[in-house]
């Protein structure tokens, strides 16, 4: 009972001062200061500070009579302990207070990370509850001096990048069952792009490749353009060796041959700008070539061919059978048959027109271009032009006679069943092919507008070329400026347009009968009949008034003896030219007061 009693007393009374203590054990004085609780983490213990002063105090108890230093002990021998063993008491009970106190903190973190804080609806303080009711798991502490041990690490995950963290250092608290990591794709879907048919890194490759070969043709301004209300500047293409823009998309195509192709040959079978173009380019490469060519083709064709290098065989009488002999031929001798088609290195080398066109032209807000042959050079432009500048109208001209890509567009789809053909005179290179997969995908996503043009405004689009530009041109490579002048393209009047001009080659013969129908076409040329007498004096008269009408005589015939004639009478046809419309239409009307019986030619 004495050492309880003594136990009990030092615990509530300070053994120097005798004051009430504030509710925290103390050791006695002899053995040292006060020494406040400790925290809750054995590791890092905090400074010795002052103990505060209790709030509430608790009642005095009476001294005993040895608390005192005055006073004297009573019992010495029986109640006061020595002084060695009350602090070796209190040291053995401080550590099993500390022992217990560690072991309690040791235990508490565990239990809350794997049960979570027991807070109301299972939730933390600013962050909503699970949907299921159960507690939600504590984040993780990272000390500052373990940022240094996080990195970034990048991952590819197909084309999408993600920005995973990691640890490098060991973990703070080692989990049962550690999240997995998931990547960005599982939880968003994304589908891949589709790898497109022609890019514009190939156009650009294609534009490096042949640029020491193919010579950069002048994109000029037009004097058309005051009289159409509208910036006209013209890619006059038809300037090539070969007179067609088909060399650029050729002259890649070659290029991309292999080493033993390009040593066995190459052959074609077609007469056109593109077998032209091979037949050149081919011979400058030093690849050996063939054209085999129907006995129909001309003489001066077959003279170009020559010209060119090519060896020239003349086999069949149509086209079809030179195209049958030909892939016969290659069959048997190795050699590569080529036709115009969508191959992606042809097409490329046609889409250099747009990458010059938008380096030539500043500010440009239309594209005119013809779509002709397998619409490669409409495709291969407009894919150039809207990767530039995506504003920029790509507007594709096609004959009214055979509007092929109009009709696919119609569809949805390559249009194979046209009743309708071409003069193949006039539109050579379009009737040869139909339109491919590839350049119709490319023309439906990259061009804005199609029209057609008849074949009276592509051979007055000629005479304009001829009258304005001092330039002869096919109607292939007139069809652009066509389209302007029968004013299908209002919505271009004051703007900047270019217009391609793709090709010249057209035979002499053809060219004087394109000409002479489109004097026609434009009424400077007109042809009428009347009906004269059998005297030289009435015939020396209509000679008179066509000079005082200053109109010019081109042809003239007499036919006497005709069953629509009446007796003594002579049928006189006359082809004069006018200067313009108007005077054609006075020349008209004068004619008909002087002679009834007038007939007026329709053109």
């Known amino acids: 009972m004495t050492s309880g009693l003594y136990t009990e007393t030092a615990s509530l009374h300070c053994v120097k001062d005798s004051k009430p203590l504030s509710g925290n054990w103390i050791s006695p004085q002899p053995h040292g200061p006060a020494v406040p609780p400790r925290a809750r983490s054995r590791r890092t213990p905090s400074p010795p500070t002052k103990p505060a002063?209790?709030?509430?105090?608790?009642?005095?108890?009476?001294?005993?009579?040895?608390?005192?230093?005055?006073?004297?002990?009573?019992?010495?021998?029986?109640?006061?302990?020595?002084?060695?063993?009350?602090?070796?008491?209190h040291a053995l009970v401080s550590f099993l207070l500390r022992l217990v106190l560690s072991f309690i903190l040791l235990i508490l973190p565990s239990e809350e990370l794997r049960l979570g804080p027991h807070l109301p609806q299972g939730s933390y303080k600013g962050g909503p509850g699970l949907a299921n009711g159960t507690p939600g798991r504590r984040p993780t502490l990272i000390e500052p001096e373990r940022l240094k041990d996080f990195g970034e690490e990048e991952l590819m995950n197909g084309d999408v990048k993600v920005w995973e963290a990691r640890v490098s250092g060991p973990p703070e608290i080692q989990l049962k069952e550690p999240p997995k990591i998931r990547r960005l794709s599982e939880f968003k879907s994304r589908a891949k792009p589709s790898v497109e048919y022609l890019r514009f890194e190939d156009i650009s490759a294609a534009a490096f490749k042949i640029q020491s070969a193919i010579q950069k043709t002048p994109c000029t301004y037009s004097r058309l353009s005051?009289?159409?209300?509208?910036?006209?500047?013209?890619?006059?293409?038809?300037?090539?060796?070969?007179?067609?823009?088909?060399?650029?998309?050729?002259?890649?195509?070659?290029?991309?041959?292999?080493?033993?192709?390009?040593?066995?040959?190459?052959?074609?079978?077609?007469?056109?700008?593109?077998?032209?173009?091979?037949?050149?380019?081919?011979?400058?490469?030093?690849?050996?070539?063939?054209?085999?060519?129907?006995?129909?083709?001309?003489?001066?064709?077959?003279?170009?061919?020559?010209?060119y290098g090519a060896m020239v065989i003349s086999?069949?009488?149509?086209?079809?059978?030179?195209?049958?002999?030909?892939?016969?031929?290659?069959?048997?001798?190795?050699?590569?048959y080529l036709e115009e088609d969508e191959q992606e290195a042809y097409l490329a080398g046609l889409g250099t027109v747009g990458m010059e066109i938008y380096e030539?032209?500043?500010?440009?807000?239309?594209?005119?271009?013809?779509?002709?042959?397998?619409?490669?050079?409409?495709?291969?432009?407009?894919?150039?032009?809207?990767?530039?500048?995506?504003?920029?109208?790509?507007?594709?001209?096609?004959?009214?006679?055979?509007?092929?890509?109009?009709?696919?567009?119609?569809?949805?789809?390559?249009?194979?069943?046209?009743?309708?053909?071409?003069?193949?005179?006039?539109?050579?290179?379009?009737?040869?092919?139909?339109?491919?997969?590839?350049?119709?995908?490319?023309?439906?996503?990259?061009?804005?507008?199609?029209?057609?043009?008849s074949e009276e405004n592509a051979l007055v689009a000629m005479l304009r070329f001829q009258e304005f530009e001092r330039s002869t041109v096919d109607t292939e490579g007139a069809m652009g400026l066509a389209a302007i002048l029968a004013g299908q393209l209002p919505e271009l009047r004051g703007k900047k347009v270019a217009v391609v001009v793709s090709s010249a080659n057209m035979e002499l013969d053809l060219v004087r009968q394109c000409v002479e129908r489109a004097l026609m076409l434009d009424e400077r040329i007109s042809k009428f009949t009347v009906e004269l007498g059998n005297l030289p004096a009435d015939m020396a008269k209509l000679l008179d008034f066509l000079s005082r009408e200053d109109v010019r005589l081109l042809d003239v015939c007499h036919r006497r003896h005709s069953d629509k004639t009446e007796l003594f009478k002579t049928q006189v046809e006359c082809v004069v030219e006018t200067r313009d419309k108007t005077q054609s239409m006075q020349l008209h009307k004068t004619l008909c007061e002087r002679y009834p019986s007038l007939r007026w030619l329709d053109r």
């Open 53 to 89: 002063r209790s709030v509430a105090t608790t009642p005095a108890i009476p001294p005993f009579p040895w608390s005192s230093p005055s006073s004297t002990n009573p019992w010495p021998s029986l109640i006061s302990p020595p002084a060695s063993v009350g602090g070796l008491f």
């Open 226 to 307: 005051k009289q159409y209300g509208m910036e006209i500047y013209l890619k006059k293409e038809h300037l090539h060796y070969t007179g067609s823009v088909k060399e650029r998309g050729v002259l890649y195509l070659l290029t991309s041959l292999t080493q033993e192709q390009q040593k066995k040959g190459v052959i074609v079978a077609t007469d056109c700008n593109f077998s032209m173009a091979v037949a050149h380019h081919a011979v400058e490469l030093k690849i050996p070539v063939f054209a085999i060519m129907p006995s129909c083709c001309s003489a001066p064709r077959l003279r170009v061919y020559r010209d």
């Open 315 to 336: 086999y069949g009488t149509a086209a079809r059978d030179s195209r049958n002999h030909a892939l016969h031929l290659a069959k048997d001798n190795g050699y590569l």
């Open 360 to 453: 030539q032209v500043p500010k440009l807000d239309a594209v005119v271009v013809p779509a002709s042959g397998q619409f490669g050079l409409l495709a291969g432009t407009a894919a150039a032009l809207k990767h530039l500048n995506s504003r920029i109208l790509v507007v594709g001209v096609e004959p009214e006679g055979y509007p092929l890509l109009l009709q696919s567009l119609k569809t949805g789809g390559p249009f194979k069943d046209m009743t309708s053909r071409p003069n193949s005179k006039l539109y050579g290179d379009l009737a040869e092919h139909p339109l491919g997969l590839h350049a119709f995908q490319l023309a439906k996503k990259h061009v804005d507008k199609v029209i057609t043009v």
